[in-house]
């Protein structure tokens, strides 16, 4: 999948991500969220647990990684490309 297209399937799992998002902050675990969503977007490499992002293996940057804004009842997501994991 390119960049592209896991910003698009993102954007369709928006709430699954916004569950297991949840989850994460809350120190819950993520397994079963995380596998289902790798169902839906096989790319999903993993989570960066410091930023609370979710990278994922794109076929024409890299490694990108999909963070979350929440602002209120605002929910947002912001896609970074060329990620490089420490």
Known sequence: MTADQI????????ETIRAIYHALCEGKDINDGMNGLKQNIPTLYGVDFEK?????????????AIYVNELGGD????????????
């Open 52 to 64: 609370k992002g979710f990278v994922f293996q794109s076929t024409d940057n890299g490694l990108v």
């Open 75 to 86: 929910f947002v997501l912001v896609m970074t490309a060329n990620v490089h994991l420490t």
């Open 7 to 14: 910003w698009v399937s993102a954007n369709c799992y928006r």
